[in-house]
């Protein structure tokens, strides 16, 4: 069930070193006090952005409450009234109009020092990267790739060095799902010694699959660069 302003929970361990961390980085984002609105379509697009962005590359959070100041960041918190409009069924909604796959956004109500603070929690992609498949004047482009850069911004992916970055984590991701399956499958029957060689065959088969498909997807492979 979703979190009302009522019901905030005191922040975690946890949430409290990213709250308190005074420093962005690829993954976590602060955003001043705001509200979230689809008929403010721009900025829902530009968390959107930021969304994508940080799924596509460790995941992590958005905190929004914390505001940009001359020495760092500022605890601004927010209005109940404010909070109240971050609910998880209504981001991944919108956000699913611009992502493909869907992002599973999180939302964390929190409470800290008798501030109210929404976080975002994004879990980075599985297997597949999310790609952008709406333009939005200024903010979204249909077919980019947005990632997280070195100056923890969030931009479309640049090259096609970066695009293969990009494959080889997704296939690690899908090694790392595929060998806890086996591992599963194999500590659940009576596996012959004989049975590994035909594990490794259909892990590799699936590795070849992936590195293709994200071939074909590239939508920079057509570009050439400098």
Known sequence: MENSTADAIPASEGLLAVIHRNCESKSLDYKGPMIWSAQDK??????TKDIMAMANTEGGYVVIGVSEAESGFRLDGLA?????????SQICRFVQNYAD?????????????????????????????????????????????????DNNESAPIKSSSDFRVLI????RNRADSLLSSFRTILKGSAA???????????????????????????????????
Do not use: W
């Open 42 to 47: 721009k900025a829902c697009c530009e968390l």
């Open 80 to 88: 109940p009234d404010q909070a109240g409009t971050f609910e998880s």
């Open 101 to 149: 796959p869907p992002v599973n956004v999180r939302v964390i109500k929190v409470t800290l020092q008798g501030l109210m603070f929404v976080v975002l929690e994004i879990p980075r992609f599985a297997d597949t990267p999310h790609l952008c498949q709406k333009t939005f004047p200024d903010v979204l482009r249909e077919r980019e790739l947005y990632v997280r850069t």
């Open 168 to 171: 080889e984590t997704s296939i």
């Open 192 to 226: 012959s010694e004989n049975a590994s060689p035909t594990d490794e065959e259909r892990f590799q088969g699936q590795v070849d699959l992936a590195r293709a498909q994200f071939d074909r997807l590239n939508p920079l492979q057509e570009k050439s660069f400098a």
